[in-house]
């Protein structure tokens, strides 16, 4: 599932060309990952 995620958003970055676009998308992916691991009360972050 992250693999096809990392591929989907790569291809992504290659259409827009822009290395802000990607940084968005890591923030996003890093956002969404911490309100999961907070709602699972999962917080292993190391």
């Known amino acids: 599932m992250e693999d096809s995620l ?3 958003g790569d291809d992504l ?3 827009m ?3 802000v ?3 968005d998308i890591n923030v ?3 956002y969404f ?3 999961v ?3 699972t009360n999962r ?3 190391f």
Request: glycine share 4%.
């Open 6 to 8: 990392v591929q989907a």
């Open 13 to 15: 970055n290659k259409k």
């Open 17 to 19: 060309n822009g290395s």
């Open 21 to 23: 676009w990607r940084f």
């Open 28 to 30: 996003m992916w890093w």
């Open 33 to 35: 990952n911490l309100i």
């Open 37 to 39: 691991m907070l709602k």
């Open 43 to 45: 917080v292993d972050y």
